[in-house]
């Protein structure tokens, strides 16, 4: 599990890395931590193709501020859990539009954070499906979570993942298509793509725009799927704004 610690206060982010290594050595969890110290260093490190699990963000930080920080993070990677750190409780309601997982108050209480950091990786444990197909004659799997689309040419399904990377496996999309269906953040837009909802930058009546990897790609939603994707998104949207 790979965690980033955004702080401009060094001794605190030391301190924060500390009790991480502590806590998921009594977990048992393997983490790798990278410590940024502005808002700024963290969005080029994602934008590069960096990813994190888990982030511990300061909010009060110099040239990026960590809402500014979280806004520019959430265009590019949605699936990241953003731990929010500060000592004033006054940007809450802002908080909400970049989708915190949790918010930790300055000075650190130790006993919340082991809490937080134990129900994160509970999150993220809970998420790690993958989908598993064969190719060469021997089983593969992919995490679920990390697949942005399914792209069928030719008989050949072609998975792109968020790091940039792909693969592929000979078969149909409406085979991945039933295998999905009680994943609810998978949406087929067209004969040939199926994506994962959670990386969509921007959806228009016709086009999906999915930004990963330091890019964006736009696909075509086709004419008879255009009304069943806009229910499909309104309901998406009454769940999350329930679950908020």
């Excluded at 809402?67 to 908080?95: D, F, H, P, Q, V």
């Excluded at 954070?113 to 992919?142: G, L, W």
């Excluded at 939603?221 to 499909?232: C, E, F, P």
Aim: charged residues 30%.
């Amino acid at each position: 599990m790979r965690i980033a610690i955004c702080d401009d206060d060094l001794n605190f982010a030391g301190e924060l890395e500390t009790l991480i290594l502590q806590e998921s050595k009594h977990m048992g969890q393997q983490v790798e931590t990278e410590v940024f110290s502005d808002g700024k260093m963290l969005v080029e490190s994602i934008w590069s193709g960096d990813n994190y699990d888990i982030i511990f963000i300061d909010i009060e930080m110099g040239q990026v501020d960590g809402i500014t920080a979280a806004r520019r993070i959430r265009e590019m990677e949605r699936s990241s859990l953003l731990i929010y750190i500060s000592g004033y409780e006054n940007y809450l309601k802002e908080l909400f539009e970049v989708e915190p997982f949790r918010f930790l108050s300055k000075p650190l209480d130790v006993g919340m954070f082991c809490r937080y950091f134990r129900e994160a990786c509970q999150r993220i444990d809970n998420s790690a499906i993958f989908y598993e197909f064969a190719f060469n004659k021997e089983t593969q799997k992919v995490p679920l979570k990390d697949v942005v689309y399914f792209e069928s040419r030719n008989r050949v399904i072609y998975i792109y993942m968020k790091d940039g990377s792909s693969c592929y496996f000979y078969g149909k999309l409406n085979n991945v298509e039933k295998e999905l269906t009680k994943s609810q953040y998978f949406l087929r837009i067209h004969q040939s793509y199926m994506i994962n909802y959670n990386y969509a930058k921007r959806i228009t009546f016709t086009n999906v725009e999915l930004s990963f990897a330091g890019r964006d790609i736009k696909l075509k939603i086709s004419d008879d799927r255009q009304k069943a994707i806009r229910r499909r998104l309104l309901d998406l949207a009454v769940g999350k704004a329930a679950i908020k």
